[in-house]
């Protein structure tokens, strides 16, 4: 078996623990409540805490943006963050498949999540040629300061990323939209 496939599988099996675990733990919390805790007002705040969470995401893209330096542990935050608040709203909507805006809200939430996988996948892959093409120039003789230059607008014309941008980015908009009505429509029908 390759190293890919090895990662592949790894990953594939945390996935599926994850969900199950989420699910599991909301089934558990119904249990205990005697309702579906999604719909009780502790599963409201698990709701709010993953929606504030995936919001938060946010930070990871506008950083960037707006700074030139690679922000390694802003990435980080936003791959737990964008781990975590899913798993959270996976919590709090539990296996209730009852209402269409909401399930189509967590199929696009789960598109999002698993191209953020692939992204991630992408990324290491780009982050490993960098590295290559780092060494290279700098043993070519070329200054710290010209090699981080090349090296930042050879990242920002990465096609692969780009390709995988036109499906992640547009889920997310597709997803926050979601969410948008499915909090509009549970306000409007049931209160908090």
């Known amino acids: ?22 699910l599991l733990i909301e089934v558990l919390l119904s249990l205990q ?13 698990v709701g709010w805490v993953g929606f504030a969470l995936i919001l938060s995401v946010f930070a990871y893209p506008l950083k ?6 690679w922000p390694k542990n802003w990435f980080r935050f ?13 919590i709090h909507a539990g296996p209730h498949f009852h209402a269409l805006v909401p399930l189509f809200a967590l199929l696009a939430m789960g598109i999002v999540v698993l191209s953020g996988v692939i992204g991630s996948a992408v990324h290491r892959k780009a982050l490993q040629l960098l590295k290559d093409e780092r060494k290279e120039l700098l043993n070519r003789g070329l200054s710290p300061e010209d090699v981080e230059e090349r090296l930042y607008d050879l990242a920002s014309s990465e096609e692969t990323f780009r390709i995988w941008q036109i499906i992640h ?15 509009i429509g549970a306000l409007y029908f049931g209160g908090l």
């Open 64 to 69: 960037k943006r707006f700074d030139r330096k």
């Open 1 to 22: 078996m390759t190293v890919l496939a090895k990662r592949f599988l790894t990953v594939m099996v945390l996935v599926v623990a994850a969900i199950g675990g989420a």
């Open 169 to 183: 980015s547009p889920m997310l908009m597709m997803f926050l939209s979601l969410v948008l009505a499915h909090v």
């Open 33 to 45: 409540a005697g309702w579906t805790f999604g719909h009780s007002q502790q599963g409201h705040v």
């Open 78 to 90: 936003h791959q737990m963050a964008g781990i975590v608040g899913p798993m959270l709203i996976l």
